[in-house]
Nanobody, 123 residues
Framework: QVLPVESGGGLVQSGGSLRVSCATS????????MGWFRQAPGKEREFVAA????????YYADSVKGRFTISRDNAKNTVYLQMNSLKPEDTAVYYC????????????????WGQGTQVTVSS
């Protein structure tokens, strides 16, 4: 069982940077692809980034490509999302999740979800 716990969210000004973390428990963490999703009030949860269990490849939404970087440290059972050049449109609750099967881009493909961490980007 993977038990994700997000942290590192907060308030940042436009153009600033923030790194959110997702610590997980479970001895099989390294075998799970992990993804970051975000959800703003009244909106659907949307894909942000994903990294397969191997960590050799990454996937990004077009909206964050070039600004965000997903990484994982299997020794620490932790996945990170480094967010640079933040924009107000990035404001959302950010969730990490463990991939099950199917498209990395779809939230339906993920099995375990964290509780989320709030990221607010001011103008």
């Amino acid at each position: 069982q993977v038990l994700p716990v997000e942290s590192g969210g907060g308030l940042v000004q436009s153009g600033g940077s923030l790194r959110v973390s997702c610590a997980t428990s479970g001895r099989t963490f390294g075998r799970y692809g992990m993804g970051w999703f975000r959800q703003a009030p009244g909106k659907e949860r949307e894909f942000v980034a994903a990294i397969p269990w191997s960590g050799y490849t990454t996937y990004y939404a077009d909206s964050v490509k070039g600004r965000f970087t997903i990484s994982r440290d299997n020794a620490k059972n932790t996945v990170y999302l480094q967010m640079n050049s933040l924009k107000p449109e990035d404001t959302a609750v950010y969730y990490c999740a463990a991939h099950n099967s199917g498209s990395y881009y779809s939230p339906l493909s993920y099995l375990y979800w964290g509780q989320g961490t709030q990221v607010t980007v001011s103008s």
